[in-house]
């Protein structure tokens, strides 16, 4: 059975933190994210632990299945990221705000489509920080 970077993430994190797993502990490290890849996997250990035990079964479902893709990644400044995902008509943050994007740097803007339906939408900082994560409008 392979293990996703996720999980490894977040048995690193629990075992460095033994009082996480009892919730008193909520800092989750910070990894950097000097590629796509990194970014990616810094996304996913980041919903797992902190986005999706918020979302209700449905959208829990819904990111679980678009998360089982591949995202499109692509480098951008924060705030060029922050004025493009401003003007696409972005719906519902699950996590973060555009504010978080008006800074200084390059991100890692994920997007994982959901064809029909509504894809998710992710900010990623060079410092492995998600400043942003939302779902995508449909279409």
Request: hydrophobic share 45%; with cysteine.
């Amino acid at each position: 059975m392979k293990t996703s970077p996720a999980a490894l993430l977040l048995a690193a994190f629990l075992a460095a933190n033994p009082l996480a797993a009892c919730g008193r502990e909520t800092r989750m490290p910070t990894p950097s994210a000097p590629d796509a890849a990194a970014a990616e996997a810094r996304y996913r250990a980041f919903h797992d632990a902190a986005i999706a035990p918020r979302l209700g079964e449905p959208d829990r479902r819904r990111a679980a299945g678009l998360l089982e893709r591949k995202p499109a990644a692509e480098s951008s400044s924060c705030r060029a990221a922050r004025k493009e995902i401003a003007s696409s008509g972005q719906t519902r943050n699950l996590h973060g705000s555009l504010d978080a994007l008006d800074r200084d740097g390059d991100c890692w803007v994920l997007r994982w489509d959901g064809l029909l339906g509504l894809g998710l939408g992710a900010v990623v900082a060079r410092d492995g920080t998600v400043l942003l994560s939302w779902w995508i409008p449909e279409g």
